[in-house]
């Protein structure tokens, strides 16, 4: 069902895409590729980070509640990097997303050795 | 030559260097602060005889008191700082450590007379936190320090680091430093937030969440306590994610300037390229970034001397940052 979903997103932006409408690079990390089809990357549409999640919400349900919460803001253990700089310090869910942006997720990990 | 009465007497006051040849941009000058001259050779040093002290002064801790010990989660600078100050007190320490890290991090706990408890290399530092304070639950007659979450963490950088920059840069516009606990990115800022308030704070997050491939699902994410304590997302001016080709290539270059840097150093210096290269034209800028440690812990990775293509490779198997 979800890899169905997956085409269904991808051609849909391919299409839009023809038309003009802006595209993105989505990196997947590993802890949420089962729920996104199992790839690594992925083509996504939207006008701004809120968007780009909310409709792979729609496509894929598994990833429902593990982007955005119920209220439209970004998971609190999910960090969003467009062209690596943290969404969180762009405007949050309305940070804008421009052609051929690289959006990131990543899972918010302990770290240590650097501070 | 100054003489001190303990090692312990060496810890911070570290010399800062300009490192402007690497900056992309004329207008801006970069400036790296060498932690790893601290004498257990990473920033940790001033954290751990920052949590130590704290706890002395608490009456949870008793120096000359026998058979203390102590447990802490570390990726391995924590650990080695806390042997070396547990190795002077007199204290018994075990860290809990990833079984991926690099081997001379081991060492040097083992060199200072830790104890160490593997945990899953998989899991990265997540694994390591949730074993340590699962172990710590069940033996509460040990003493859990949790840098994560101590104030004394940032309360060490809020105390000496932030000074010592402001005192050698006045001039600072911009402070750049890795995230890890956030202990130094909340101290230092919080600091140069009541002393500089147009100070500009950035954060550099390793790509931990790229490499850890242990995780479950999404809730078993971690963010530091003292982060979320501090308000470090009210803290912070903009955090970027640095990728482990970006660090490595960044901690080769900076040998250009007679620096052996670790790899997550070469990660901020990353950071503070990106920053340069953001300011107009018509401005100036003085970025201060951290060096948290030397190059010796990672040679064992080969970051300097083999294929870039094998050493990113690497990064996914033993943990780097």
Redesign the interface.
Known sequence: MAAGAKVDVVSRVLDQSESGIMTAVLRV????RPALGGVATMQVEGATIGGVLSELSDAYPAVKG?LLNDDGTL?????V?IN???V??LGGVNAPVANDDEI?L?????????? | MTRYASVLDLIGNTPIVDVSALSPNPNVTILAKLEGRNPAGSVKDRVALSLVEAAEADGVLIPGKPDQVLIEPSSGNTGIALAMVCRLRGYHLKVVLPSNVSPERRQLLLAFGAEIIDSPGSEGSNGAVRMAQKLALEHQEWTFLYQYANPANPDAHYRTTGPEILRDVPEITHFIAGLGTSGTLMGVGRYLREMKPDVQIWAVEPPSGEMVDGLRSLEDGYIPPIFIENHGAEMLDRKVVVRARESIEWTRRMTELGLFVGISSGAIMAGAVKCAKLIPEDETATIVTIVCDDGWKYLSTGAWSDDIDDVVERAKKIIYF
Not at chain 1, 29 to 32: D, G, N, S, Y
Not at chain 1, 106 to 115: D, E, K, R
């Open positions: 990390p590993t802890v949420l593990q998971h609190r253990f999910l960090n990097y690596d700089d943290d969180r310090y990131t990543l899972p918010a990990v302990a770290g240590g050795a650097s501070g």
